[in-house]
């Protein structure tokens, strides 16, 4: 079964910014996308931004949109979050996930999931 790998995440000020890794520790099939969810406290998970293994296609969520970049090193089978400009609404638990590109957006259907990383937003 595919793991995922998480690093980043941690404690920083509002208008901060932080990285997100996720690499996957078998090859990632290029029908695949890559990405990230998130879960605030007492709210629903929600599709952050994912990445498509296949031509590189990224979706945004819209709270997101020009504040958070997805990119894929595909040399190292590695997907970057580079989070920039966060507020306090960003703070959640952060999970990679892979799974097949319209699963992931429309369904938030993720075939392998992460272990989770904090990301909290505070002065």
């Known amino acids: 079964q595919v793991r995922l790998v998480e690093s980043g995440g941690g404690l920083v000020q509002p208008g901060g910014s932080l990285r997100l890794s996720c690499a996957p520790t078998?090859?990632?099939?290029?029908?695949?996308?890559i990405g990230w969810f998130r879960q605030a406290p007492g709210k629903e998970r929600q599709g952050v931004s994912f990445?498509?293994?296949?031509?590189?296609?990224?979706y945004y969520s819209d709270s997101v949109k020009g504040r958070f970049t997805i990119s894929r090193d595909n040399a190292k089978n590695t997907a970057y979050l580079q989070m920039n400009s966060l507020k306090p609404e960003d703070t959640a638990v952060y999970y990679c996930?892979?799974?097949?590109?319209?699963?992931?957006?429309?369904?938030?259907?993720?075939?392998?999931w992460g272990q989770g990383t904090q990301v909290t937003v505070s002065s």
């Open positions: 996930a892979t799974g097949v590109w319209g699963a992931l957006i429309l369904s938030g259907y993720a075939e392998n």
């Open positions: 990445i498509s293994t296949m031509d590189g296609s990224t």
């Open positions: 078998e090859f990632t099939s290029d029908h695949y996308a």
